[in-house]
């Protein structure tokens, strides 16, 4: 986790946070929609950054954290200060860029803070109505985000639990 996550630029215990969240560290977890792995990466975005065997905890952990810096460099152009990058790359890490940029952009034309994540939250329960599809801001249609939202507060709350259990 160390060695992966300095290369983010984060702490190695919000990598582990991740994991927890993602697969309770249990290196032959797999989703329904096909993800593998401690980090639960896709089989497609795995082969992307190279990697073939995602049940390696290794080979697994570079895909995943490779991925979060792709994301994490998105977000990064959008003048985000580092709690809330580490929220919007969560976010996406969960639901896919594309969606997290169309609530973002959402937030924008309903006049909030579409650099705040809390701001963005608010918008979400927008996302999920039918009238959303009129909506030229946003691009991929409907999005129920609940599991998103979820997603990033318990990140958040496993890391907060992990950095007070260890040290650096």
Known sequence: FRKYARQLG???RMVAAI??????FSISSRSFRGAQ??????????????????????????????????LQRLFSKYDL???????????????????ISDCRNLAAAKGLDNSKWDEIVKVIPMMREESILEEESVKLGKFKGYETIDYVESILSHYK????ITSL
């Open 37 to 70: 792995g401690l980090m639960q990466v896709m089989p497609q975005t795995g082969l992307y950054y190279g990697v073939e065997n995602l049940l390696d905890p290794e080979q697994n952990i570079i895909a995943g954290t490779k991925h979060l810096k792709r």
């Open 81 to 99: 200060d580092q709690e809330e990058l580490v929220k919007f790359t969560l976010a996406a890490y969960n639901a896919g860029e594309g969606r």
């Open 161 to 164: 639990a992990i950095c007070e």
């Open 19 to 24: 994991v927890y969240q993602e697969s309770k």
């Open 10 to 12: 984060w702490d190695w």
